[in-house]
């Protein structure tokens, strides 16, 4: 090969590099930023007069006094708008029936979203769901409730050949000529007199526990149930992975017996999660009865199957990487074996072991498949320690699949799901800076 | 074509063990530290010591010399039973030390290693701080028991060893950071530090510059008037500056040991004569 084509195979080569670079940098980009700003959304957002109501009630939180002074605020408007709807009423009641039934059904619909907006109206019974009790938390939802109660969402079905397209018909028409038409205007005009919206800082979504399945509150209790799971899941994989990891690479012999424990070992750290789960069930919960059913103790050991090839394979590797010199110099001096083990090989080995540990730790926090059978629930209380024995969590990873999926107000939380998101993120993300600083700082120590 | 198949018969050569050659000069000295007689070592099939007999001395420097391959690394690693560590080693015959065959199956290896100490090719201290690869092995050993009997230990360990002066401002320091030569003189007093009656050194100069080395020759000759030094070398000028006896090995076989300045100036086997005078190495 000449020069001249080696030239060019150099530069094409590194062209083609640093585009696979690039294109990797603006996919990380394009899934993180949405999920950060999603995420953050949860925490700081513009939060309505609501909100702080229901953070007061539900949590106490906040100055009695500025919130009793903001509710009255709020009622002066709310209250013209609550005299509007009286008066329509009484005008309701003086038609005849069959003129009044379209206007009722329409009356009824506006009510119902403007209660979404604002909580409670007069004469509504005391709600049972918490959902009810409070209008709008947050200003965005505020915003698209207004829409709502401005405009009827229509479907044109017209052309049979092209999906419905949908278009939007002024509320206010439906109640033309009757007392109600001023209320619309006066509602567009008014909404954050009545809603009082402020920059709110929530540090209580990471802190809180849910209410009425995450229609209000934080996510305090799946970041402590996954912090449970994988933790739990370490206390069982790490030591036993680390031993068996001393066992391949200094006890064992090169037999058939061996080699099959390998095999078996590299064939499980391919198996799909969603197998690990099953057998979790199908074993530690049905078969073993480690409890009644599920439980966070059936899903850290589950989940702890599922890693311990990894942290096996990690281990093994950084023992082997020990230089041979350091165990025969111990030797030389007439330690023994399990002794050299003890003291020289494995705090040579020890940053790679923390690194596969923590690692296998972060892959334990973000799975979903193995705890559904074994440990999740959707919609729990926070647990404390002494119940892991018995029950199961909610966690992080199969609630956002859950709110995703199959929660029935999805659309109103996002933000919820995008807080989780990002908390589970960057619960992964820290592990895995702590496992680089920490290799750091071993390796820093050890060389020097 | 049957012709053809007649005509290239392989000949089989008959790989029958072959005899040991006898060793010329004196093997004995008066009162020994070590007796070793006919010592054969085996990896799985392959002997690579055959019938070696030879004592070492007290308070002497016995070199071994010859050409690389010829099993000297491998016999000096069946004085403290290093070979123990190979998984296909297996070794035969008597080394006597203490009055003792040392490859009775009743002698422990720990406190051995600890009387026949051990210092390598390629210096190599632990990962840990300068400190701590000295007052590691007596604390194992139950050496020591205080902070205070550790530090005594490591400076005079760091001041046999003649690298006292040199780190006694970091002995906090980790022990690799040192350069080539100095990691080998803390090597040297790893091993010191647990009191032992023999050393054996394994090639300790080959990777360490000329002035590196020098201070490890004086630092031998030093230590010979405590300690029994047996010290494998390629380089027959450190055999003629260092040791009083040496050995010329080779093939398996110790084919002359004898006075260091008998062996270099009137070799008795043309072998040895060879290999001295550099024909083949
Ligand atoms: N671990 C081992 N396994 C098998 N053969 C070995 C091993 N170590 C050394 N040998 C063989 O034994 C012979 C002597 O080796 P060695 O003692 O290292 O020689 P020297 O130190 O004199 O260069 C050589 O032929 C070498 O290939
Ligand atoms: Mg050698």
Redesign the pocket.
């Known amino acids: 090969m000449d020069l001249g084509t080696r030239k060019i195979l150099d530069k094409s080569f590194t062209a083609v590099g640093i585009t696979s670079i690039l294109l990797m940098a603006v996919a990380l980009l394009v899934v993180i930023v949405p999920i950060f700003s999603g995420g953050i959304g949860a925490i700081f957002f513009k939060g309505t007069i609501e909100h702080r109501k229901l953070q007061y009630e539900e949590f106490g939180n906040g100055d009695r006094e500025v919130i009793q002074r903001q509710i009255e605020e709020s009622d002066i408007y709310r209250n013209k708008v609550f005299a509007m709807l009286g008066e329509f009423e009484t005008e309701l009641e003086s038609m005849t029936p069959a003129e009044s039934r379209k206007l009722r059904s329409s009356y009824k619909k506006a009510r119902k979203v403007l209660s979404h907006l604002l909580g409670p109206l007069p004469g509504d019974q005391e709600p049972i769901l918490l959902r009810y009790r409070y209008g709008t938390t947050r200003w965005e939802q505020a915003e698209e409730a207004l829409h709502d109660l401005l405009y009827v969402t229509k479907w044109d079905y017209s052309d049979p050949t092209r999906m419905a397209k949908q278009y939007f018909v002024p509320r206010m028409e439906e109640f033309k000529g009757t007392s109600l038409a001023v209320f619309f205007p006066f509602m567009e005009e008014n909404l954050a007199n009545m809603m009082l919206p402020e920059q709110t800082f929530y540090w209580g979504f990471i802190t809180e526990r849910s209410l009425d399945a995450h229609i209000f509150g934080g996510i305090w209790a799946e970041i402590q149930g996954t912090f449970f799971l994988a933790v739990g899941a370490m206390l069982f994989a790490f030591p036993l992975g680390v031993i068996a990891a001393i066992y391949f690479t200094e006890y064992a012999k090169d037999n058939l017996f061996t080699s099959i424990l390998r095999s078996a070992n590299s064939t499980l750290a391919g198996v799909p999660s969603i197998v690990f789960g099953l057998f979790g069930l199908a074993f530690f919960i049905n078969t073993v009865k480690v409890s009644e059913s599920k439980s966070v103790l059936a899903g850290s050991l589950t989940l702890a199957i599922m890693i311990l090839p990894t942290i096996i394979r990690a281990s093994e590797e950084a023992i082997l990487a020990v230089p041979k010199a350091y165990k025969e110099a111990s030797m030389s001096l007439g330690s023994t074996k399990w002794r050299t083990i003890v003291t020289v090989i494995l705090p040579a080995a020890l940053p790679g072991i923390i690194t596969g540990g923590i690692i296998s730790l972060g892959r334990a926090a973000g799975e979903t498949a193995p705890i559904i059978f074994t440990a999740a629930v959707s919609v729990g209380a926070t647990i404390g320690i002494a119940d892991v024995f018995s029950s199961p969590t909610p966690a992080l990873s199969w609630n956002i699949y859950n709110l995703a999926s199959e929660h029935e107000a999805a659309n109103e939380i996002r933000h919820v799901q995008y807080g989780m998101v990002l908390a589970l993120i960057s619960i992964v993300l820290l592990l895995n800076l702590s496992a680089i600083l920490l290799r750091a700082r071993i390796s820093k120590k050890l060389k020097g | 074509m049957l012709d053809v198949l007649n005509t290239t018969t392989v000949e089989k050569r008959n790989l029958a063990p072959r005899d040991s050659r006898k060793t010329i000069g004196t093997v004995n000295v008066p009162n020994p530290r070590m007796v070793c007689r006919n010592v054969n070592v085996y990896?799985?099939d392959?002997q690579?010591?055959r019938n070696v007999t030879i004592d070492i001395g007290c308070n002497e420097v016995l070199s071994m010399i010859?050409?690389?391959?010829?099993?000297?690394?491998?016999?000096?690693?069946c004085l403290n039973r290093m070979n123990d560590t190979?998984d296909?080693?297996r070794v035969e015959g008597d080394i006597i030390f203490e009055g003792n065959d040392i490859y009775d199956p009743s002698i422990d290896v720990v406190p051995l290693r600890a009387q026949v100490g051990m210092v390598f090719q390629k210096p190599n201290p632990f990962p840990k701080s300068i400190y701590e690869n000295i007052a590691w092995a007596p604390k194992i050993h139950g050496i020591v028991e205080s902070k205070s009997d550790a530090d005594e230990i490591v400076e005079t360990s760091l001041v046999k060893a003649g690298l006292w002066e040199e780190v006694k401002d970091r002995l906090d320091q980790p022990g690799t950071g040192l350069s080539g030569g100095q990691q080998q003189r803390l090597c040297i007093a790893r091993a010191i530090a647990v009191s032992p009656e023999v050393i054996l050194m394994?090639?300790p100069c080959s990777a360490l510059d000329p002035i590196a080395t020098a201070k490890i020759e004086d630092l031998i000759e030093e230590l010979r008037s405590h300690y029994t030094i047996a010290i494998?070398t390629h380089s027959m000028q450190q055999a003629a500056r260092v040791s009083q006896r040496t050995a010329f090995?080779h093939l398996?076989d110790l084919i002359e040991v004898g006075k260091t300045d008998d062996v270099f100036t009137k070799p008795l086997h043309q072998l040895t004569e060879d290999y001295i005078t550099g024909r083949y190495g």
């Open positions: 990896y799985g392959k690579a010591i010859g050409p690389s391959g010829c099993g000297k690394s491998t016999f000096l690693r190979i296909n080693c394994d090639e494998v090995f398996g």
